[in-house]
């Protein structure tokens, strides 16, 4: 089965060379899955929200009831790779850098219209023109992806409208750039505890309705959330809060990372928004 044929089969768009669909490894609400063929029959899956190959691979199989060959999945790592990793981590950091304070622009104002009205994080800035997947150039909001120690993996990428304060039509509407694997967005500090959660509206949608004690990160994806590198549990007073997504896929990854966080000796809670919701739909009065 090629790679036109499981786009259509996953309800997504060719585009003649590549295509666009829903991933199936996260509550994918906006496209975010790029698929095309490669070389010697390969299939390449690129999720834009960070999602981790196998549990691509795995998820499209179990959607397609494993309707394509299994030798398609041939991981490719090799110098090219390794070149376009290291250019994706420094196109990273020279966006983070040239991005400006969020106060007043375009990416407060998005935040602002879904009903957050907490105090907002250097950890997200702003960028007038950025480059979109599609090759037009957008204004976005950017947030820096950080590892345990604080120093800088990627980039999360918020495409916006070019005039108005909301995401931007064209897909995906959110997007990774660099070596964000097992790396959270820090959305507020805090000594008492920590709060992990999914997705960046969700946790400012948090940081305004908890302990402000306890610090916030994003995950930024179902595979953020089981893949994340956790600190030691001193650092938070071994007390961790695993916020979930309304859904199966969610949930599903707040268990894992609450098992894992368990057996690692970190004190563990658990809390799940409403059915199909996450906390930014609670907080903006939406109802399952």
């Known amino acids: 089965m090629r790679a036109e044929a499981i786009t259509k089969a996953l309800g997504g768009r060719w585009f003649g060379r590549n295509g666009i669909a829903r991933c199936p490894a996260h509550s994918d609400r906006s496209p975010s899955l790029s698929i095309a063929d490669g070389e010697a029959s390969r299939l390449l899956l690129y999720c834009h929200a960070g999602c981790a190959y196998d549990d691509v691979y795995h998820a499209v199989r179990e959607q397609l009831e494993g309707h394509f060959p299994k030798a398609e999945h041939v991981p490719i790592v090799d110098n090219t790779t390794s070149r376009a990793a290291t250019s994706n981590a420094h196109r990273a950091g020279t966006i983070w850098n040239t991005s400006v304070s969020i106060e007043g622009t375009l990416a407060e104002d998005y935040l602002r219209s879904r009903s957050i009205m907490c105090d907002l994080p250097e950890t997200l800035r702003f960028h007038s023109a950025l480059r979109h997947p599609t090759e037009c150039s957008l204004p976005a909001m950017t947030a820096l992806v950080q590892r345990t120690d604080g120093n800088q993996l990627g980039l999360h990428r918020t495409f916006l409208g070019p005039h108005r304060p909301v995401k931007s039509r064209l897909q995906p509407s959110k997007a990774m750039l660099g070596p964000c694997k097992g ?27 908890t302990e402000s004690d306890f610090a916030v990160w994003a995950a930024l994806s179902t595979s953020g959330v089981k893949g994340l590198r956790l ?6 007073n071994a007390s961790l809060v695993v916020a979930m997504d309304g859904d199966l896929p969610g949930r599903k990854a707040g268990s894992e990372l609450a098992q894992r966080a368990a057996a690692a000796g970190w004190m563990v809670e658990t809390v799940s928004a409403p059915e199909g919701l996450d906390f930014n739909d609670v907080a903006r009065g939406k109802e399952a």
């Open 183 to 209: 790396g959270a967005v820090r959305l507020r500090t805090g000594n008492s505890g920590l709060i992990v959660c999914e997705g960046i509206e969700t946790g400012l949608s948090l940081c305004g309705g």
């Open 231 to 236: 600190p030691e549990p001193r650092q938070f």
